[in-house]
């Protein structure tokens, strides 16, 4: 809100007990802002910003007007350089605002001459680091009441604590917002457990708190699916972070209702944020609801695969969770993040036949050039992840990124792949890849984090510094290859 804002006092003086002391022309100590929502005063002043600054005898104001979930603001045309209230009196000292129940602003004044306790131009401090100023006043203080000409009369609440529906009433008709929060307070107090106050709206606060409340209690399919409307709908990623967070809480049934949504692929983020909070507990019912979702799931199917692939935990295979697993290897939208699952967890053998044979036709997708390089990146981590298959695989990644006709976007992702799959081969092939990618290539969004973490396993952080620098010649990082290809 005052962010560079200037500030424009009634006086300035030169003295030295009185000169604003850092941050000059702008805000020293601002101190106890309000944001008016009392009800009385004319529209244009709801959510006006209000602080004080006691170094410079002045409260500030601007006007605060929605934009999508965050805020714009601005001074009263005509008024721009100068403040709501100032004072040419030195003991002017605003130091908090609040918004009454009657709809009036209260300023607080600290009321005293000296105000800048850490006073950084020369006084003794004494215990507290205050400074010690013999003028100092420890007695006396004022409130302000500052109501507006055209201000209108609110209506006297009833705030029975022991008449629930009169505070029900006050909370979601009353225009003043302290009264609402008081109603608010005394029912909480009295009534937390009653159905009536369950159902009652928080009648103050963030919009997007208030959605991730009403998202964090939904226990139907039908409020579900309100939700998964709504994050599909939505363009803000404030809306959408307060449905994902409250989605946590049931995060195997908002994924089983977003597999039957009918646009799945606007749920992807979704599914993605959530998926964690249900695995491992839950990695066998969410593979048996992707087994049986319909194909316009394909979107969300391979996410949720892949998450129960590189989770944390153990996976039963019992009957209903194979069955799910041999459906999810014959779709072509997942056997790729199938596989995987197959490799960790089916100790029986009861899968391998099948599990082989679906691996050797990605090998022979992931050779061919005609590929798509999306397709390409995606076999390449599944072959990676499985011990028996990664030598192959590993042989072909590196033929691919030796490729000219490769892509950069194709060659970040491959190198994403060697560095998140820790081994000696793999990591000596990522030891050449640093010497011969362009510092482009190796700080993409997809290779970055993993060269990072492959040049620590390795010790080649300084070295990696040195191949990730525009302005590092070649040769020297040719140098530096010959040396730790030698180790």
């Given at each position: ?162 008449d629930l529906p009169s505070l029900l009433r006050a909370m979601e008709t009353h ?188 090998a022979r997708e992931l050779a061919d050039s005609a590929t798509a390089d999306d397709r390409r990146a995606e076999i390449a981590a599944s072959l ?104």
């Amino acid at each position: 809100m005052i962010t560079n804002q200037n500030t424009y006092p009634a006086m300035n003086w030169p003295e030295q007990a009185y000169v604003q002391i850092d941050l000059v022309g702008q805000f020293t100590a601002a101190a106890g802002c309000a944001v008016y929502d009392g009800g009385a005063w004319p529209d244009k002043w709801r959510y006006s910003y209000f602080t004080g600054e006691p170094t410079l005898n002045i409260v500030h104001q601007q006007f605060v007007t929605q934009d999508g979930v965050s805020y714009t603001t601005r001074k009263e045309p005509g008024r721009e350089q100068t403040e709501f209230m100032r004072s040419r009196d030195l003991w002017f000292r605003p130091i908090e605002t609040r918004v009454g129940p009657d709809g009036a602003l209260y300023v607080v004044d600290f009321y005293n001459q000296a105000v800048i306790h850490n006073d950084t131009r020369g006084p003794l401090h004494g215990p507290a680091n205050a400074a010690v100023r013999p003028d100092r006043d420890h007695y006396f203080a004022r409130i302000w009441k500052v109501q507006h000409k055209q201000a209108r009369k609110l209506p006297a609440p009833s705030l029975n604590r022991r008449d629930l529906p009169s505070l029900l009433r006050a909370m979601e008709t009353h225009p003043n917002a302290q009264v609402k929060l008081t109603a608010w307070r005394l029912a909480q107090e009295n009534y937390a457990t009653d159905p009536r106050l369950l159902k009652a709206r928080r009648p103050m606060g963030s919009k997007v708190l208030d959605l991730y409340e009403r998202a964090r209690l939904a226990t139907t399919g039908e409020q579900r699916r309100t939700l998964l409307d709504m994050f599909a709908q939505s363009t803000d990623n404030w809306t959408r972070s307060a449905i994902a967070a409250a989605a946590t809480g049931s995060a195997s049934a908002y994924v089983t209702e977003a597999l039957g949504y009918g646009r799945p692929e606007t749920l992807a983020d979704l599914v993605s944020a959530i998926l964690p909070a249900a695995l491992p507990a839950d990695a066998g019912s969410l593979l048996a609801a992707a087994a049986r979702a319909p194909k316009q799931a394909s979107a969300l199917k391979p996410v949720i695969v892949g998450a129960v692939a590189q989770m944390s935990g153990s996976l039963t295979m019992d009957t209903l969770t194979t069955t799910a697993v041999r459906a999810l290897l014959s779709d072509p939208s997942t056997t790729a993040a199938t596989l995987p699952i197959v490799s960790r967890w089916d100790s029986s053998g009861a899968l391998k036949a099948e599990a082989a044979e679906r691996a050797g036709a990605l090998a022979r997708e992931l050779a061919d050039s005609a590929t798509a390089d999306d397709r390409r990146a995606e076999i390449a981590a599944s072959l990676m992840a499985i011990p028996s298959q990664r030598a192959a695989a590993l042989t072909s990644i590196e033929g691919m990124l030796a490729a000219a006709q490769s892509s950069d976007a194709l060659k970040g992702r491959l190198i994403a792949t060697l560095g998140n799959t820790p081994g000696t081969h793999t990591d000596s092939a990522m030891i050449v890849v640093l010497s011969r990618f362009s510092p482009i290539v190796l700080s993409s969004r997809y290779a970055g984090p993993a060269v990072t973490a492959v040049a620590s396993r390795t010790r080649l952080i300084g070295w990696l510094q040195i191949v990730l620098s525009p302005r590092s010649p070649r040769g020297k990082v040719r140098r530096n290859r010959a040396i730790f290809s030698r180790k």
